[in-house]
Every structure is written in structure tokens, then in C-alpha cells.
């Protein structure tokens, strides 16, 4: 291939110099090539088959690859040529204009029957709809370009000939969604210089004349075959279903874990709800159901979704060495979360725009972790619940992201129903995984009947008959065809745990001393707080000298750490909280930081009043490890014990203002907002002086979340009644939010003013309600008070006097100066110093 000539040629890449180029025609060949592959050889093709209602093959397979060849015909504008504007746009303002060589009304029209909207997702390829923006385009298009169009139509026919066969129109606005995901991710895939080279040629290729049509469609199937091959999206079924490889030791199965095998799997999709309690070996009776599914061909891959980027950290370590004892050949296991470069244990650091050095050579295998937005194209992957939720959001790559996880088995971790935007949100994600034929589950401790119903599809069940169902327990979809006759099972450790509770919630001093107490009989103490400033509190109340220590220094564990602090503080506490922990007693103060997924087993447990469901949470920090018989407990902790900070006063009302609004306390009122479940919860512990986990798990739950038992606390006053309606108002506002937030997969992809319900805003969409912490950049590297070396550091939004009115556009600190083992830094015209107990004014 000699230098671009733009008399001879055009072209689809081109670097500065126009020396390094690729033609307009390699190009399409190589998006159709890997579309076509991720239809004929990934999940994806019976995916959309689904939606589409008919096999994806034959003609029907010919004419979506036929419209992935037309995606970029409008980089033939003379504008896009002399690299002035875009290509996208100006296909939809000339769409009349070129109808003839585009043959609108001859053969497209025929193959779907909606042409239009079909074509208008495709040249929407860059990550949202295309904007019918003009341009005064018009009268601008050059002979040769509308006959380089006229072209890109020829290619698409003599390349997928069976277009033209005799079939039914394709159809189906939902098909159409994933489509252009799909496409979006064949675009990336033959977009990246690692696969698809403009000028050089691999070792095993022959280099031919990619200006040739017959030769850039030979060229692109060798290099799509591949591209897909070393990005990992070619699955391997051939995986170990057997728990004597799943399990790490001589362990036996527990029963979570066998009853997961008691389900089949269905080709149209699949939904479970596992309800048991923390500990109970929940994630490995997932990847068995992964590699069940996976041995059958029924998944491509599975993406772990947990509540915390700590929590998935955690959680990829255990992954990596289940698939390695599963696999022959093991896939790398991603962590799919912001700010993390990893794989496996492999670490990669970005080294500019689009690279990543990776501290291995491993070749491609990194690609989907590289870029937040290929998470869900992984082999395995590890990360926050976010990513699953940005698959529906009006943000940017939202189909890519999609795509993506359709292929997956989606494991939600610690599903909740505290959070009514969010419980909307994993809703709309499960309708759309589902009816594509996708697979999930959804585990929890601590879910309540009325909050499973509304994922299963269920009847809510009375409180009567909720506080009769079995728990531990499996529920699959309302009309699921292969429920098995024993749905539940038995628990493998029953854990009677004493309940004492003391009016200390703002008692920091009273905390401490009981910790320390503890602590010098040998405990391993864990401290809970409701709010970041009670954890500081009580760690400046805390003895030094049994402090929890990270990095050779005592610190309290919560969210006001740099990433590279918390991960040498997750890694610590699972040290000094676990199997093989130090002698000497210890305590912890933290945060909901560590109430899930951490592998952390207490000796004693103190914590705020908190929602039932949140409490057990806790509680499964506590005697975690029960079934360990090496375990030896200090004296005086052989029996699970927990202490409940509560307010000092018993009428929560007394904080209850006119419209509703409350604060009863540290996070009473504002972390967790629904005082009736507070209220119920602190009812169910005065009426018990121990609970026995999980014979009284279900009981617990129902008695503080069920709706008739929120209804009995409306009913003693107005202040109670005002505050329901208040709760009830938030909730019907956050779930119109999120409704308004999401892709309405029953409309066309296309940015239609008449359709204006998928028009992406220019704002990111957020998958969290409350405000977002700020990365903010240092102007130089520090040193952490952990001995790490960082220049970026997370503000929570509640150290500035009016966080709405933070600016995003320049996150970055005016200085930084190290004092110590502490630094400061100006941010936002703010002072901060970061030292022993985390970020603070």
C-alpha cells in the first residue's frame, strides 16, 4: 500500500503524516467481519435472534452484517476527507440526496420494516443517538464521493449476498437496541491498531492490497478471528462443574452451594433469588451455576456485581483462584472498577491516552479492563453493581455496555431495597437481560418478601404468611418452568448471637472504652458507625495502643482514603480479621465500608442502630467463621455478642419535623432515611435479648420492612403518619427519576425531537442517588500517612459548605505540601489535611 492519494482513494484512519492510513473499504470490511463473528460465534447471535424472533442466520444474518458495512459511508463527504467535519451527522442530513446510491426503496427498503430507523442506528455507531443537526451540507457532496457511496452499497451486497433471499422483514424496536450495540463493540474492536494495522502487516499474514474489495473482506475475517480470539470473547466451555474444583481444601459443599446445582437452565433466560446469610458460601454456589451455564453454552462469560470498589477488589482475588482450578486454559479475571488497572493480579498503570502499561506482557488480554466502558466484555469480570447499571442509562456507550453484559451470567451481590433509585435502575437492567434470554441472580441476607416480589413477579405475600418461608432459600421467576420441589435448604451454622443495647450513639467516648475493654481480653473488636464523622470521633476517643493498623500506623477504616491507602487497608483488616490473625486483641473503627463482602471475622461487634437489614449485614461480620473448629475465641468471647448503640432517648418523633423530614441521630434520618424502619427494627431487638442467625433472619426482616408492619407504625401519630408520607414522596421521586434516566427500549434508537424520551442529555447520568465524590487531582506526588505514593485524592462532597456548588471543570488542588507522615492541599478555595484518620477540613 503506497501513501493516501486522495484522487485514487478514501479513507477511514489516518495518522498525521498521511503516510500511515486505512481505506474506507478495509475498514467496513473489518466492522462487518467481527459483527459477523460476534453474531456466529458469541452468545450475542442467539441474543438478538431472540429479540428478533427468528434464527440468526441466512439471510436475515446477511442483511444486519450488509448494514454494518454502510456505518461509516459518510466518511466519503469531501468534508470528512479533508478531515473538517464529522461523518455521522451528514448522513442523515443527505439521506435524500444520496438515496439512489445508498438504493433506499429498492433494497433496504425490503429488508426491514422500518428501514430508516435501522439505518439511523447505524450511523449512530459513536455511543448515542445521531443528531439531525444541520450543517448546510447540502449541494456539497462531489461526484466521486456519491460514487464512493454507491460503492460502500456494492461491497455490502457482494459480500453478504443472501441479503437479497427471499425472507421477512426484520422488525422489533428492542432488536434494534441491541444491534447497535453490538455494532458499537465491532467498531472498537476493528478500531484498535493491535488487531487492525493500518499499514503494517502481522507475522501470519500475507500482505495484500487492502484497497481491493475481495482482498480487505480476506484480510478482515483473518484479523477478526483474531482480534476476538486474543480479546478473549471466544468462550471456552470446557470448564469443571465439580466442587471438588470450585472449593479451595477439603471442604464438602455447603447447601447454598448444592442447591444451586438443583436448576437447570433454560435457553430464554433464567432469574434466581438466593436468600442466605453471610458466610454461607454464596459466592461459590454462583460460579457453580457460572459454569453450569457456561458448560451448556447457554453464557459467554460472568460479570460479579458488588456494592463497593473494595468489595470487588476482595472478591477478584477469590475468582482468580477459582478459575484457575476450574480451567484448563483459565480466562483472566477483570476488576471492573474506575481507577483500577488490573487483571488477574497483574497491574496496569495508564501511560497516556488510550495505552496502558501492564506490568506483564500479556498481549491483548487486557483490552476489556483497559476502558470503564468494556468492563462488561470481559471473561470474567469483578466490579461495583454501577457498571450493570450504566447498560440502561442515558449516558454515552450505554448499548455497547449492554451488549457486553448480555453475554453474561449477572451475579448482583447484597441486593437491597433501601435505595428506591436503584432498586428502579437493577430492575430495568434484569427486563432487558431477561428478555434477550440472559442469565442472573440476585443474592441477599437480607431481603424482604415485599422487595423479592417485586423482582420475581411474585403476589406479595401477607406478613403472616412472609414470616412462614423458608430461609435460606432459592425463588426463580414467577412463570419459571423448572422450579425445583425443594426450593430451600438447610443452613450449614446456626450463630445465637446476644444483643445488649446502650444509649451511645453519640457516646463516642463510652464506644471507646468498651472497645478497649475488649480489646485487652484479647478481642478482635469491630466498630461500626453510621457517619464518617462518629467513626473519627471515636477513633480520636481510641486508645492508640489497640488500634487497628494499616501500613504500620492506626487508622479507622472508611471512605476518606486515597484508593491506594484503602487497598492496603481492605488487605490489612483481612489479615488481622481472619483465619491466621495476630494474637493480640484490636479494634477497628469504621464505616459501612466493611459491613459486605470482606472476608473479616470479629470477636465482638459494635454498631450503631441501623436497619434491620443493614444490621444483620454487620452481624455477619461477627463469628464469621463459625465452622472453623481451630477457631479459638478469647475468653468471654466464645458466644457471639453485639453491642447496639442506640439514641439516649426512645421517641424518634422528637426530631420529626412538620413535613416529614427527620434526623434522630448520626445517619438516623439521613444515611438511612425511613425512621419506621429504624423504628421497627429497635421494637424487634428490645423484644429479644439474643436472635439466632438465621433461624430468625426471615422473622427479623419481615417484622421491620414488611408494609403492614410500616403501616402499624404510621398509625400511632400524625408526626409517624407525616413522616410515611414523607418517605413515600421520596420514593415516587426517585423512582420517576430513574424511569426518566433510562433507555426506553420500546422506542426507536434515534434522536428524533418527537421521540424525545431517548435524547441522551449532555450531563452523565448517575447510578447513585446523592452527590458523587470529587477525584481531585494533586499538583505533585505525595506520601500517605500509609507510606503510599499517590497525586489523587477522593473529596466526599460533605467537606464543602454547599457541595452543589463544587466545580467538576478543573478538579485539580492549588498545592500540596507533605509535613510528616501527613499532607496538606488546597482545594476549591478549601484547606484539607490528610493524615492518621483519613481526609478532613
Known sequence: MTGYDPSQHFWAKIGDDRESWHPLVAHSADVAAVFELLLRRTQLGQRLGLLLGRDLSGAALHRLCALAVYHDAGKAYPGFQRREDGHQAVMVQSAGELAEHLRYGQTIHQWFENDWEWTLATWGHHGEPTPDDPTGIAGKWTPSSKEKVREVAGWASGWYPKAEGDADPISGKRAQHLFIGILTLADWIASDERFFPFRSWHPWETPRDLTVPSLAREVARERAEHALEEVGLFSSSDVSTSFEDILEGDYGPYGVQSAMKKFSAEEEGSLLVLESPTGSGKTEGQYARFAQLLSKGLVDSLYFAVPTRSASKELQDRLVRIVERTFEDPPRVSLAAPGHLRIDDIEGESSGRWKVDWAEDIGAEGWASERSKLYTSSAVAVGTVDQALLAVLKNRHAHMRRAGLSRSLLVVDEVHASDAYMTELLGQVLEAHLEAGGHAVLMSATLGSAARARYTGEEEPSFEAAVGEDYPRITPLADSPDEPAEPSFEADVDKQVSIEEKGWIRRPDAIARRAESAAESGAKVLVIRNSVKQAQKTYDALDKSVSFRAGGVPVPHHSRFCAADRRVMDNRIEEVFNKSRPAEGRVCVATQTVEQSLDIDADYLITDLCPIDVLLQRIGRLHRHEHDRDRKRPPGYGEAQCLVATPSARDLTARIDEDGSAYAGPGLGT?????????????????????????????????????????????????????????????????????????????????????????????????????????????????????????MVSLSPYLFDDPEQISFNSPVASEATQRGEEFRFQFDGKRFKYAQKGIHR
Request: hydrophobic share 30%; net charge neutral.
Open 671 to 791: 444515611v438511612y432515611q425511613d425512621l419506621r424502619v429504624i423504628e421497627k427494627t429497635w421494637q424487634s431487638l428490645r423484644s429479644r435479648s439474643a436472635i439466632t442467625i438465621p433461624e430468625h433472619n426471615r422473622r427479623l426482616i419481615e417484622e421491620a420492612t414488611h408494609p403492614t408492619r410500616l403501616e402499624e407504625v404510621e398509625a400511632i401519630d400524625e408526626k409517624w403518619k407525616a413522616h410515611g408520607d414523607s418517605v413515600r414522596r421520596s420514593v415516587r421521586a426517585l423512582t420517576q427519576r430513574a424511569g426518566d434516566n433510562v433507555i426506553d427500549f420500546e422506542k426507536s434508537y434515534s434522536f428524533d425531537e418527537g421521540n424525545g424520551s431517548n435524547i441522551f442529555p449532555d450531563r452523565r447520568i448517575r447510578t447513585r442517588t446523592g452527590l458523587e465524590s470529587i477525584e481531585v487531582e494533586l499538583p505533585r506526588r505525595v506520601t500517605t500517612p500509609l507510606g503510599q505514593s499517590t497525586k
